[in-house]
């Protein structure tokens, strides 16, 4: 993990025509679409969970943006909120595949705070059932849920951020992620990691919050 000093610009600033409830991660596709992911759950009872979809067209507008919403609910949740072992409707990280959207949940149980469920919802505008597809665990405690995701421009590799480590995916044959063999990098310190993004397949970017006059910074990790 490199720490040197480096000066960032901002290239430039959208206005987005709609509230922000809990905007969590970014992700695009191959057509330069942007979608955020208005997902975050803190307490499992939002039942206005989506995710806002801005069109390439639409990013040098310098007026605010229209933005079409991709809503969704996870079928296996009946109560709002559920009780705290079954807290697992929270949402941090998601990532672009194939014309849908993967979605990695995390965990509010605290004796299960590595558990990530795996759902996939269709990138179209819409209200969907998102399709549960598997399970993982970090099998770590308080610093052991997943933050964010990305995956490679080839399509071969996932990568999961935790507040202490990174794990990498690869060799799985469909879009189930987690049959895959995965390496888990530890980053050596905990921070409130919040992102992360393929620069290319031997390197990651990672940032973390400023919490308690510590963080806010921007990382790059080579991996190969």
């Given amino acids: 993990m490199n720490n040197a ?27 330069g679409n942007i979608y955020i992911g208005d997902f975050g759950n803190n307490h499992n009872k939002r039942k206005n969970l989506s995710i806002l979809k801005i069109s390439n067209e639409s990013l040098t507008s310098s007026k605010k943006i229209d933005v079409k919403s991709i809503s969704f609910y996870y079928p296996d949740q009946t109560k709002f909120p559920p009780k705290h072992t079954e807290r697992h409707f929270d949402c941090e ?4 595949f194939k014309d849908s959207l993967f979605l990695f949940t995390k965990s509010r149980d605290h004796k299960n705070i590595g558990k ?8 179209v505008a819409g209200h969907h059932k998102a399709q549960f597809i598997s399970t993982f665990n970090t099998k770590g405690d308080i610093g052991s849920w997943i933050t964010s ?28 992620f987690f049959t895959g063999t995965f390496t888990e990098i ?18 990651l970017f990672i940032t973390d919050e400023k919490s308690y006059k510590s963080g806010g910074n921007f990382y790059h990790l080579i991996v190969e």
Avoid: C, M
């Fill in 5 to 31: 000093t480096i000066q960032l610009k901002i290239q430039q600033r959208l206005k987005i025509n709609t509230n922000n409830h809990d905007w969590e991660d970014l992700a695009s596709d191959r057509e």
């Fill in 93 to 96: 990280s998601f990532l672009y």
């Fill in 116 to 123: 990530t469920n795996l759902y996939k919802v269709p990138a």
């Fill in 149 to 176: 995701a990305d995956i490679n421009s080839s399509g071969n590799k996932v990568v999961l951020l935790t507040e202490k480590s990174v794990f990498i995916f690869s060799n799985f044959k469909t879009s189930n």
């Fill in 186 to 203: 530890p980053l050596n310190f905990i921070s409130q990691n919040e992102s992360v993004i393929f620069k290319n397949d031997s390197t």
